[in-house]
Structures are given as C-alpha cells and as structure tokens.
C-alpha cells in the first residue's frame, strides 16, 4: 500500500508540474505620456520619438514556443534562477553535468525571461528582433550527447546574435526595413564557428540601424525593425551605447548566456561600458567578417560581449578560425585563449598606461589606487590628441563599396536595394517609419565623392596618428593603456590596437563605467588575463535591480 500510496503522490506532482499555464501576449500600449516625459531629458539624443517597433510582432516571434513555454511554469522559473542567473559557462555545464539542468530547461528559462520583461510595458527592453524557431528542438539534441562536455565549453549554451550577423533560419536586418525580408542562405563564418562547436543560435538582438552609421545624433540602439533599446540599469534614464545595444542590454539583463556584437570604433566597447558587461573589440581579421553586414571593411570586426571574462575567452575561442573569403583574416593559436591561462592572470608586475586627462573622474582615480596596491607597475602618459581628419570619410567610402559587395555576396538574392543610394531612395518613400530621425550620414556616403587613391592617403595618416598617441605601449613596455568605456575607441581602432572593457563600478546616479585597456595588435590573450585579474580584483559588476 505504501508504494501505491508513493506512486499516486508522484503521479499528482508529475500533473502538476505539466499543467498549462495560460498564454502570454505582447499588447501595444499607449506610449504618449512616456515620450512627453522624455523630452525633457537633458541628453537630446534621448528625446526618442518612439519606443515600439512598428514593424516587430514579438506575438509571431514567440508563436514556435508557444507549446513548450505553456509547460514551464513560473515556480520553474523561480527554481532555476539560482543555477542560471550570473553564472559562468563553467557553472552551467557543471549544473548539467551534476542533473541539476539540462540545455533544454536552459533554453526555455531564456526564453521564459524574455518573454517575462519584454511583454510589459513597465520593463520591456525593446532587445530582441527574432528567435530562433528551432532551438528548444535543437536543445533536446545537445542534451542527448552531452556526456564529456568540457567545462570551458559554449556547447549547449543560447547565444544571441547582433542583427546584422548572417543567420540561415533568421533574417539578417541590420535594423533596416531595407533589409526586413533578408534571409540569407548560409551562415556567417562566425556563426558556423559557433556551431561547429555546439553552441545554440538563440535569436537575433536589436541595434542601432546599419551599425550606427546611418542617422546623425539620433538615439543610439534605435533601428525602425527593433524599435527604441533601452538600459536595464536606467530605462530612458541612461543610453544603450551602440551600436552594438541589444547584445549589451540582453547580456545584462540575463536575456542569454553571452551575445555577439560587432566594431567599427566603440560599437562593442560603448554598450558593453553602458550595460556593466565584458567586450573584447579584438585585432581586425582575429575572427572573420564574412556574412556580417558591413561599414567599413578596414574597420569592421565582430566580438564576444559576456558578463565575465572567462566567458568572454571561451566564446572568442568559439569563433576562432582562418576564413580564405575575408582577406584580413589570420590563423589564431586556440590555446591562447584556454582558460587556464587565463586563470593565471595577474596584476602584480604589469605595467599599465594611465592617462593624466582622466584622472579627473574620482571612479577611474581610485580604480588606478587599487591597481597600484595589487601589484600593477603605473605610468602616466599625457599623449598629444590626433587631429582624426578623415576618419568619416574613410566610413563613407568602405561602405559605398563593403556594402555593395555584401548585397551582391551575402545577402538574400531577391533583396532589391543594390546600394547605399537605393537604400536612401527606397526610405524616401515613407521617410516618417522608415527613417524617423532622418538618413543624414548615408545621404553623406552617396555625395561622398573621395576616391580609392585619396581615401589610402586618410587611411595612413589616421593609422599614424592613432600609433602615435598609444606608441607608448612599445616604447615604454606597457601591458595595456587604461581608458574609460569608448573614450579612446576610435584611436584604437584606426590603429589596429584590441581593446577590452570590464566593468569599473557605477556613478552616483547608478549609471555603469568600465575601465577599457587597450593593447598591442595580437595582444588578447594577454588583455583578458589582465582583464580576469581586475575583475577578480573588484568584482565591480551588480545586475540592475529590477531585472533580478
């Protein structure tokens, strides 16, 4: 009888756990009073003149779920927020490892979480622009071959992607309703790099269109596909960054493991410093460009964005690879990047830049004290400013011809804009959703007249100017120059320098800052051993309270 009686009492708690729970719709609300309110803030690239997409129904994008979320409950979602919630990759293939979860209930926590704060109007994020309709599918199947699974590994981990990163099964927008109906027939190389190696392709975040290079001081993470991103430490109150906002709000907000962003100059390391998350802008060609929607083929590279920086070794080493179709591409040495090197990331005896101009800001001041008392070697640098003429031109030229190749190459074939130019014509035509806060630097590209000869000459001089305010990293044996959230991004990137971003603590009001290093070309490795030392060192990064 005691059995039977077992047996029965199983039963009704095996009901319990498959009861249904009743459906969740997103609903348009009023944003009126919002947007009123917002015109009073003081930044004016926050006075939005919209939140919601007009173009996004997160009800369709949700619709392949619908089954498989109707079974997780929020009393499994509240059991599962101690495994997940801030972990590490290591933790959460430990908890898998151990029976405490499976890549499935990973997968559906994620997905239970985005629907949870992106379909109220009090929380919503404006984060995603599409899902991937076959992962929890795609779960199940990791989970039935995850026996000898690496700690250090992205298998089974959801990973979102910024939405200018090729994607067979989703389209690839860039934010733009140009671009809307772009489903692309392969993966980028990044992405088959990702999977190659067991990660699973979660969704598609949202941006600030074309990359941040389309619209002059308008709101950043804005894009007429994704609607107005917003910062889970400060809704309207403080900005994404961009261009890369999705991917720093999501990771932020615990919307996935870890995401992937994309540079051109402080495209990774602006929302990264805005979100309290980790982003490594590595050397140009460390990890392929093909299949990403491009500004500027000189420039442009894609980069991992984590909450710490193990997890940002493990994803970059996930992406590694020689792509013979992107001719900056170079073969990388995966055990740069193992995480027990990693580990061994020390303060004591590296010698680090810190520039005089910054010491003004009282966070930055006494990070420099704490390095100083862990052992760090400091500098004090007080380099001249570079004159940075040209450095829209050379923008306007890479991408009137990157973006040509990209939609004659990549993209969907039935895709109708050719060209910058068509793409300006085609949002002319209903300029009020299309292009709300205009297309002035793409109108800038089309009148761009600079030619291939004259735009090597920019090239040069911008990469002599930006080797000249960080030559002390040569010429005085530095580690890495210490910089705050993108201030430096641009020097860095017309010089070919990585940088790195960790959170550094938040400002008075709660909004995040970053410290940034910047390192020798090549150097990543050994910027995310110094970068693990400091994080260890502060353990400076707190999830925003109301996305706890």
């Keep these: 009888m005691k059995k039977i009686a077992i047996l029965i009492s199983s039963f009704f708690v095996f009901l319990a756990c498959q009861q249904k729970e009743n459906p969740v719709f997103f609903k348009k609300y009023d944003e009126t009073a919002a947007l009123e309110k917002q015109q009073n803030h003081p930044n004016g690239r926050m006075k939005f003149k919209l939140f919601q997409s007009k173009y996004l129904d997160m009800n369709a994008v949700f619709k392949p779920f619908e089954n498989d979320l109707a079974y997780f409950s929020e009393q499994e979602y509240q059991n599962l927020k101690p495994l997940i919630l801030e972990q590490d990759i290591p933790t959460l293939q430990k908890n898998v490892k151990e029976g405490k979860l499976t890549y499935e209930k990973l997968t559906l926590f994620y997905l239970y979480r ?161 979100n309290s998350v980790v982003g490594l802008k590595p050397t140009i060609g460390m990890l392929s460009r093909t299949g990403i929607v491009p500004i500027s083929s000189t420039l442009d590279t894609p980069g991992p964005m984590t909450k710490n920086v193990i997890d940002n070794a493990i994803l970059a080493q996930a992406m590694l690879g020689k792509d013979n179709a992107d001719e900056s591409s170079f073969e990388v040495k995966k055990d740069d990047f193992n995480t027990d090197i990693i580990f061994k990331g020390s303060l004591k005896g590296k010698r680090l830049g810190v520039l005089q101009s910054l010491l003004t800001d009282s966070i930055y001041a006494a990070t420099i004290e704490k390095l100083k008392k862990a052992g760090a070697e400091l500098v004090e640098l007080n380099p001249q400013q570079p004159s940075f003429n040209g450095f829209i031109t050379l923008l306007n030229i890479d991408m009137k011809h990157d973006l040509l190749k990209y939609l004659a190459n990549n993209a969907d074939k039935s895709i109708f804009i050719k060209n910058v130019k068509s793409v300006v014509e085609f949002n002319k035509k209903d300029s009020l959703l299309r292009a709300p806060y205009g297309q002035q630097l793409f109108e800038g590209i089309v009148k761009d007249t600079t030619t291939l000869a004259q735009l090597e000459v920019v090239k040069q001089n911008l990469k002599l100017d930006g080797e000249n305010y960080l030559k002390a990293l040569k010429e005085q044996n530095l580690d890495a120059i210490l910089s705050i959230n993108n201030y430096h991004s641009g020097i860095a990137a017309v010089s070919f320098h990585p940088t790195l971003t960790v959170p550094m603590g938040y400002k008075k009001s709660g909004e995040p800052i970053s410290l940034t290093f910047v390192g020798l070309p090549f150097s990543e490795s050994n910027l995310l051993k110094i970068g693990f030392a400091f994080e260890q060192l502060t353990k400076a990064r707190k999830m925003p309270k109301n996305y706890q």
């Design 114 to 274: 985005i629907r949870k704060f992106e379909s109220d109007s009090t929380l919503s994020l404006n984060s995603i622009i599409a899902l991937n309709p076959e992962v929890v599918k795609q779960a199940r199947e990791k989970d039935k071959n995850s026996k000898n699974i690496s700690d250090f590994s992205v298998y089974g981990m959801p990973i979102l992607l910024k939405d200018n990163i090729n994607t067979f099964n989703m389209a690839t927008t860039a934010g733009a309703v140009a671009l809307q109906r772009n489903f692309t027939k392969n993966d980028a190389f990044i992405v088959e790099k990702l999977k190659e190696n067991g990660a699973l392709i979660l969704g598609k975040v949202n941006l600030s269109e074309w990359a941040y290079f389309f619209c002059s001081g308008c709101p950043l993470g804005y894009s007429a596909i994704g609607g107005q991103t917003l910062n889970p430490y400060g809704r309207g109150e403080f900005e994404t960054g961009g261009s890369s906002a999705g991917s720093g709000v999501t990771v932020a907000a615990n919307f996935a493991v870890a995401a992937i962003g994309t540079e051109t100059s402080g495209s990774i390391t602006s929302p990264s410093s805005m």
